[in-house]
C-alpha cells in the first residue's frame, strides 16, 4: 500500500470545534484537511484513498459523526458492508439526529440480504 503524504495544517471549518473539544488546536486542524482530501478521493472514485484518510480524521477528531458517515459509504464501495454498517451505528451515537445514517444504514442493510 503506498504511502499516502502527510497534510500541512489548514484552517478549522464550522461545526469542528463542537465536535471535537477535547483535540488539540493542531489535531483538529489536520483533522479537517484529511476529512477534505478523503471527500476529494471519494468524489475522484479513489476509495481506498478516501478511506485511509477518513481513519486519520477520525483519529484525530473521534466525535465527528460526519467522518464515520462519510468513513461508511468509502467502505461500502470497498466492499465492507458490515464494517460501514458500524460505522453508521457509531455516527448516530454521536448524533442520533443524523437522517443520512439512519438511510445509509438501512440501504447496506438491504444490500446485504440479496
Do not use: C
Not at 68 to 80: C, D
Request: aromatic share 10%; net charge positive; no cysteine.
Amino acid at each position: 500500500m503506498a504511502h499516502r503524504a502527510a497534510l500541512p495544517a489548514g484552517r478549522p471549518g464550522a461545526g469542528w470545534e463542537a465536535a471535537a473539544p477535547q483535540a488539540a488546536a493542531t489535531g483538529l486542524t489536520l483533522a479537517i484537511a484529511y476529512f477534505r482530501r478523503a471527500a476529494a478521493s471519494f468524489r475522484k472514485g479513489a476509495f481506498q484513498a478516501a478511506l485511509e484518510d477518513y481513519r486519520e480524521s477520525i483519529r484525530r477528531a473521534p466525535n465527528h459523526a460526519d467522518a464515520y458517515v462519510n468513513r461508511g459509504l468509502a467502505r461500502f464501495r470497498l466492499g465492507e458492508a458490515p464494517e460501514a454498517l458500524s460505522d453508521f451505528n457509531r455516527a448516530l451515537e454521536l448524533n442520533p439526529k443524523m437522517a443520512a445514517a439512519y438511510a445509509y444504514r438501512g440501504a447496506v442493510a438491504l444490500s446485504m440480504h440479496d
